[in-house]
Structure formats: structure tokens, C-alpha cells
């Protein structure tokens, strides 16, 4: 069976410290991967999605960006994080055909003071 | 104006009650999503349908395409399923992502 792991699940960073989040996907090959974020107050939002090694296509200008190194490994970066970059991040991934079903991962909660 | 609008934000009911929480959405869509989210963050999935209606034990979601409306049910209100219920919607036209709403709270008191 397929399984989503995210870590760290909880993180407390400093504003301009940099940020790496990682997400990882088991028991399925070449799956679409995205990263989205929930802000305080706030729905989900799409940051990036990747539809293969290499391959990020983003969604909103930000102070992020996002790497795919592995075919089943979705990295989130900052070099310099923001207040605004505070909030709940969720990896997700779908089949490669069959995007509209996806499964998300646990999460990690991020605070920027 | 969101694309993908829900009703009500908040809502608080008793144990027992029947529940329905609304969602429409404004752009073309291949499938909507229902989601749960718990307080400490992680998401179900409920739901992912395209037409007509789907059950699942107390959970009904149901789905019009042509009013781009619709609505997820939950009868005989329990206080564990007290959390944050999401509708998100697949746009269809590639591996680009969903489009969420912004939550309806729900609180079941005993």
C-alpha cells in the first residue's frame, strides 16, 4: 500500500533563517506531487505541483521554491524565511493518470517568529 | 469571489442532529473532493466524486453538476465528528492541483 511521510511535523524558525521540508511517497512509482499551504484563517492554498524528476511547476510567486531530486521525493526551500511563511504545510500526491484522486500526508506546522 | 465557496463557516449542533454543510464552486470541475481535518492538522479524505451521490456509514455527500453545488450530510451527529470539513475541486485539465474552500467548523456538543 501507499504511504505519504512528511517531516519535521512541528518546526519553529526564526525570520531570514532558511527552511528545508521534506516529503516522501511509498509503494507507488512516478506519482504528481504538490506541496500546499494553510495559513492562518485561511484555506488551502496550491504552492507547487511536480509531475516528474525535475519537473515544478509553481502557483503563487513566493518566498519558496521546491526541488524533486527522486522520483518519489518533493522538497520545500527557503532561503530566507518570512513571518508570512508561518502556517500548515501538507504534501500530497496522486497517480500519474489519475490526478484527481490524491492522498495527503501529515503535515508539518510551521512558526516563524 | 473564491472559486470555491462553502456554507456555513461555523456549526454548532447537538448530538443527534443532522448536519449539512454546503459548497459551490464557479469554474468548470472534473471531480470534488470532501475532506476532513482534525485540530491537530492532518487530512482525510471523505469523498471524491463527479456525479450523484455517494455514502459512506452516516456521511452522504452529494453532488449537482449542472447548479455546481453540493453538499456533504452527516446524520446522527456524533462529537467525534467534530472538525474542519474542506471542499476542494479538480480543475481536470492536468496534474495542476486542487482548489479548496475555506473550512466549515463544526462542533457536536454531547
Known amino acids: 500500500s501507499q504511504t505519504i511521510h512528511q517531516w519535521p511535523a512541528t518546526l519553529v524558525q526564526p525570520v531570514g533563517s532558511p527552511l528545508s521540508l521534506e516529503c516522501t511517497v511509498e509503494?507507488?512509482?512516478?506519482?504528481?506531487l504538490y506541496w500546499y499551504r494553510q495559513a492562518a484563517g485561511r484555506g488551502l492554498q496550491l504552492l507547487f505541483y511536480?509531475?516528474?524528476?525535475?519537473?515544478i511547476s509553481s502557483e503563487v510567486p513566493q518566498n519558496l521554491s521546491a526541488s524533486r531530486p527522486q522520483d518519489r521525493q518533493f522538497i520545500l526551500s527557503s532561503k530566507k524565511l518570512l513571518l508570512s511563511d508561518s502556517g500548515f504545510y501538507l504534501c500530497?500526491?496522486?497517480?500519474?493518470?489519475?490526478?484527481?484522486?490524491?492522498?495527503f500526508g501529515p503535515g508539518t506546522r510551521l512558526t516563524v517568529l | 469571489k473564491n472559486e470555491v465557496e462553502q456554507s456555513p463557516q461555523n456549526l454548532t449542533a447537538q448530538e443527534g442532529e443532522f448536519i449539512t454543510i454546503n459548497c459551490s464552486y464557479s469554474v468548470g470541475i472534473s471531480a470534488l473532493h470532501w475532506l476532513q481535518q482534525h485540530p491537530g492538522g492532518g487530512i482525510v479524505s471523505l469523498f471524491m466524486l463527479s456525479s450523484g451521490k455517494k455514502k459512506h456509514g452516516r456521511l452522504i455527500a452529494t453532488i449537482n453538476i449542472q447548479e455546481k453545488h453540493s453538499s456533504l450530510h452527516i446524520t446522527a451527529s456524533h462529537p467525534r465528528d467534530s472538525a474542519v470539513y474542506i471542499c476542494a475541486v479538480g480543475r481536470g485539465g492536468g496534474a495542476d492541483g486542487l482548489t479548496f474552500g475555506k473550512g466549515t467548523h463544526l462542533i457536536i456538543q454531547p
Open positions: 509503494g507507488t512509482s512516478n506519482p504528481n
Open positions: 511536480s509531475v516528474g524528476i525535475g519537473q
Open positions: 500530497a500526491w496522486s497517480p500519474l493518470t489519475y490526478y484527481n484522486e490524491q492522498f
